[in-house]
């Protein structure tokens, strides 16, 4: 396996810990006690959880508009999490920013942008911040496979390829831009491929493998610290919800109850589990626990997010956080 003990069970409470918030997120969702629109996570866990758990605190982080995983594997706060997703005060984006805008600078996530490909020029920027200023940080920009039909794309690759700079290039490549197919939207569906043309390396991995996440990620993180620049890292997965929503988007006809359920065979917290079964690494009477401790702390979360105040509906509250 290659990997510490220690970061394996890590990894596995962070994937088990960003599904139960989801899929408490998707039950509150249904019962409209948070209206912001919300594009969950559940299916992509592995990624977030394996390229995060390589990186430090002072390493960048650059998300989307499905942004919970990332915000959650880089160390964000469960509780101001989903106190921002019920518009309180108290969320981490002081419930201005909800679902699509979640940040946290303690934590090295400086945003997340709902703008396709919106963040892929902003973590290149910060690489050139890091490498200006001499320091050993990388910069990490989350995406997904709609983004390799934007121009800014390639010209912010060609620019972290131009400069060598510390920045890893993550695709999560879930097969679908929304509702449509990736194969009616790019004629070679092979995005690690683009790397080549600017001169860096790209790979494709099995996006739902924790463990090669993991893998994949040290190396290209190692190389990009010591000045080996970018690397493009194409991760195959699948969400198991609909585009945005609590649904499944079964019944819009865009996918098959089949692809779902063949996905749903490969998830990648039950394939993580087995293997730590398996090597004796954890007992079922452990795996109890973990789950009933990461439902308490759920639950905890909903509780505080109920009981947190709104911004207050005056001027005073408009204009601040803003610059005059």
């Given at each position: 396996m290659?990997?510490?003990?220690?970061?394996?069970?890590?990894?596995?409470?962070?994937m088990l810990?960003?599904?139960?918030?989801?899929?408490k997120t998707?039950?509150?969702?249904?019962?409209?006690?948070?209206?912001?629109?919300?594009?969950?996570?559940?299916?992509?866990?592995?990624?977030?959880?394996?390229?995060?758990?390589?990186?430090?605190?002072?390493?960048?982080?650059?998300?989307?508009?499905?942004s919970?995983?990332?915000?959650?594997?880089?160390g964000?706060?469960?509780?101001?999490?989903?106190?921002?997703?019920y518009?309180k005060r108290?969320g981490c984006?002081?419930?201005r920013?909800?679902?699509?805008?979640?940040a946290?600078?303690?934590?090295?996530?400086?945003g997340?942008?709902?703008?396709?490909?919106?963040?892929i020029?902003?973590?290149v920027?910060a690489?050139?911040?890091f490498?200006?200023q001499?320091?050993?940080?990388?910069?990490v920009?989350?995406?997904?496979d709609?983004?390799?039909c934007?121009?800014v794309?390639y010209?912010?690759?060609n620019?972290?390829?131009?400069?060598k700079?510390?920045?890893i290039?993550?695709?999560?490549?879930?097969?679908?831009?929304?509702?449509?197919h990736?194969?009616?939207?790019?004629?070679?569906?092979?995005?690690?491929?683009?790397?080549?043309?600017?001169?860096?390396?790209?790979i494709?991995?099995?996006?739902n493998?924790v463990?090669?996440?993991?893998?994949?990620?040290?190396?290209?993180?190692e190389?990009?610290r010591?000045?080996?620049g970018?690397t493009?890292i194409e991760?195959?997965?699948?969400?198991?919800?609909?585009?945005?929503?609590?649904?499944?988007?079964?019944?819009?006809?865009l996918?098959?109850?089949?692809?779902?359920?063949?996905?749903?065979?490969?998830?990648p917290?039950?394939?993580?589990?087995?293997i730590l079964?398996q090597?004796?690494l954890i007992?079922?009477?452990e795996?109890?626990?973990?789950?009933?401790?990461v439902?308490?702390?759920?639950?905890?979360?909903?509780?505080?997010?109920k009981?947190?105040p709104?911004?207050?509906?005056?001027e005073d509250?408009?204009?601040?956080?803003?610059?005059?």
């Amino acid at each position: 396996m290659g990997v510490p003990v220690a970061i394996l069970k890590k990894m596995y409470i962070m994937m088990l810990r960003i599904r139960i918030f989801e899929d408490k997120t998707a039950d509150i969702i249904t019962k409209k006690e948070v209206l912001c629109p919300c594009h969950l996570y559940v299916g992509q866990e592995a990624v977030a959880a394996g390229v995060c758990s390589v990186l430090k605190k002072s390493d960048f982080v650059f998300s989307t508009h499905r942004s919970h995983g990332h915000y959650l594997a880089k160390g964000g706060n469960l509780k101001k999490l989903m106190a921002e997703l019920y518009g309180k005060r108290t969320g981490c984006s002081k419930g201005r920013g909800g679902s699509m805008h979640v940040a946290s600078a303690d934590y090295g996530l400086p945003g997340s942008s709902a703008i396709v490909a919106g963040t892929i020029p902003i973590a290149v920027g910060a690489a050139l911040g890091f490498s200006q200023q001499h320091k050993d940080s990388v910069s990490v920009a989350f995406f997904g496979d709609g983004a390799a039909c934007e121009g800014v794309f390639y010209e912010a690759i060609n620019f972290a390829a131009l400069k060598k700079l510390p920045v890893i290039l993550v695709c999560e490549n879930n097969l679908y831009s929304t509702h449509m197919h990736v194969s009616k939207v790019l004629a070679d569906t092979n995005i690690y491929k683009k790397a080549e043309a600017f001169g860096f390396e790209g790979i494709r991995i099995n996006g739902n493998d924790v463990i090669e996440v993991f893998n994949t990620a040290k190396d290209a993180i190692e190389k990009a610290r010591k000045g080996g620049g970018p690397t493009l890292i194409e991760c195959m997965t699948y969400r198991w919800r609909g585009h945005v929503g609590s649904e499944y988007d079964l019944e819009k006809g865009l996918r098959s109850k089949e692809e779902l359920d063949c996905w749903m065979k490969r998830c990648p917290i039950i394939s993580l589990e087995k293997i730590l079964i398996q090597n004796n690494l954890i007992t079922e009477a452990e795996k109890a626990d973990i789950e009933k401790a990461v439902e308490e702390e759920v639950e905890e979360a909903i509780k505080f997010a109920k009981e947190s105040p709104y911004p207050d509906s005056n001027e005073d509250e408009l204009y601040r956080y803003l610059f005059k």
